[in-house]
């Protein structure tokens, strides 16, 4: 080992507790970017991310406005003829609801056992924060041998919206070799991971209206569709017998797996019992004709996230209620178009919704899926960090989770992404008691730091 990569984990070793410090710091800032209540909170997240970038010494750095959310930007241009790195990451979360599931407060981060909870602790501030240590670690006891690009966005959980205009007028600054993205995780805790497709997503809200106004359903139950009944049926027609999702044409540009990548996939550690145990369900159900590993990677599905119609409070009330509303999202994968899917919703409801309801569709947000090359210096650097911290190969998988910016930058920045972060399957992201197992993330340090110094050229 060279002395830098000493130096640099040695003082990785030294400051853990510092490091902590900084981590805990972000996550009490509740930068909940889909609500409009706190988009002051947001705006303090970024500061907070460009303090960090300024500290480190970081040139250029900026928070640059958007139509929402702040963009982060900073640059450390200081290894002239080496490769450059564009290291992204968000400093937005998913609301905390539902609150009271929450065993401390989601933005009053505590740590039980080896597991710091709160809000944002794997998704993504932790990783966040584990970049930003790996950079301090090799800049305060050596030179780093790369050029380094940050940009830091406050839209991701809400799809990115403003960051495909500033990647297209910042194409000349953010000019880079390619893309380090922590935002996701490990397959587990002993399973160094490297994740080379992600899925796309299109999410909408349907919203059926039948009688006037609520009814009295003694009075006029018998006459009239119930539209909770019709929204009903009409989210249970969006799946056949086996599984297969029925909007036409759904699956026209799904790309098939070829049989070495079904092969590979097959051989991911995470079994149907795996899934069983992480996901607390009865027995595991899909798409007939493809695995577990295959259904939750490869193949597009489509889910109700929620429901909402009628009576729904304590004890009974008799009621043909005027409305129901759904939310539905589809994950898509390589082929797939958000913007098709949205036509292709709106062609299911055409043909198949009852004559006596009336139904609007909102098209809420999407992202475009992704494939990523996976034979570059990049993901030759990261291979080789991970095998050296965790001490086996990683893993390659086909995250189930979207990464729209991946796509985003493929297409106007012409660049790929390494895609791997330091979070588990059960770290409950987007749920109650989010966390981040601190041993892997302190590992995760370490490995990022290697990732950086095999980049030398
Ligand atoms: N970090 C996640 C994506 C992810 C989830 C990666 C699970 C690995 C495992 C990211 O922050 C996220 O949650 N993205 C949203 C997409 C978005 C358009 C709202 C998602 O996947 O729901
Ligand atoms: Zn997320």
Redesign the pocket.
């Known amino acids: 080992m060279t002395d830098l990569r000493e130096s640099a984990l040695r003082y990785v070793r030294a400051n853990k507790d510092a490091f902590l410090e900084t981590y805990l710091e972000i996550l009490r800032i509740p930068s909940v970017s889909t609500d409009p209540g706190q988009v002051e909170a947001v705006r303090q997240a970024a500061e907070w991310m460009a303090a960090r970038l300024r500290e480190l010494g970081m040139q250029a750095v900026q928070v640059y406005p958007t139509a929402r959310h702040p963009v982060v930007y900073g640059e450390w241009p200081g290894a002239p003829g080496a490769p450059t790195v564009l290291i992204y990451g968000?400093y937005d979360v998913?609301p905390p609801d539902p609150l009271d599931q929450w065993e401390s407060g989601p933005f009053e981060p505590t740590i039980r056992g080896e597991d710091l909870y709160a809000r944002g602790a794997s998704?993504?501030k932790g990783q966040v924060v584990a970049s930003l240590k790996a950079v301090e670690a090799i800049l305060r006891t050596g030179d780093l041998p790369v050029n380094i690009k940050w940009l830091l966005e406050g839209e991701?959980?809400?799809?990115?919206p403003s960051l495909e205009a500033f990647l297209l007028e910042q194409r000349e600054m953010l000019a880079c070799d390619f893309a380090l993205n922590p935002?996701?995780?490990m397959l587990g805790q002993d399973w160094p991971t490297i994740?080379y497709a992600l899925r796309g997503?299109a999410y909408f809200e349907l919203r059926v209206y039948g009688p006037a106004h609520d009814l009295h359903s003694g009075i006029y139950g018998g006459i009239v569709h119930n539209p909770a009944i019709a929204l009903a049926e009409l989210v249970s027609g969006m799946h056949d017998e086996q599984g297969r999702i029925t909007l036409p044409g759904f699956y026209d540009k799904v790309r098939p797996l070829s049989a070495a990548e079904r092969a590979e996939l097959a051989r991911l550690p995470t079994d149907e019992a795996h899934y069983l145990a992480q996901t607390g369900a009865l027995a595991l159900t899909g798409e007939t004709g493809f695995t577990a590993n295959e259904r939750v990677g490869a193949r597009p599905t489509l889910d109700l996230n929620g429901m909402l119609s009628g009576f729904t409070g304590k004890g009974a009330k008799t009621v043909i209620p005027a409305w129901a509303m759904a939310k539905i999202s589809t994950r898509l994968v390589p082929d797939q178009d958000p913007a098709d899917v949205y036509k292709q919703m709106v062609q299911y409801l055409e043909a198949r919704a009852p004559g006596d309801i009336r139904w609007e569709l909102d098209d809420l947000?999407g992202?475009v899926p992704s494939i990523s090359d996976r034979d570059n210096p990049g993901v030759r650097a990261m291979a080789a960090a991970l095998e050296t911290v965790w001490g086996s190969k990683p893993y390659y998988r086909r995250?189930?989770?979207?990464?729209?910016v991946v796509s985003q930058m493929q297409r106007l920045l012409g660049i790929e992404s390494v895609i791997s972060g330091f979070?588990l399957p059960d770290d409950n992201?987007?749920a109650p008691n989010e966390k981040q197992h601190l041993p892997t993330w302190y590992r995760g340090i370490e490995a990022l730091v290697h990732f950086l110094l095999n980049l030398k050229p």
């Open positions: 968000h998913q998704d993504m991701e959980e809400i799809g990115s935002d996701s995780g994740t997503l947000h992202g995250e189930g989770g979207s990464i729209p979070g992201v987007h």
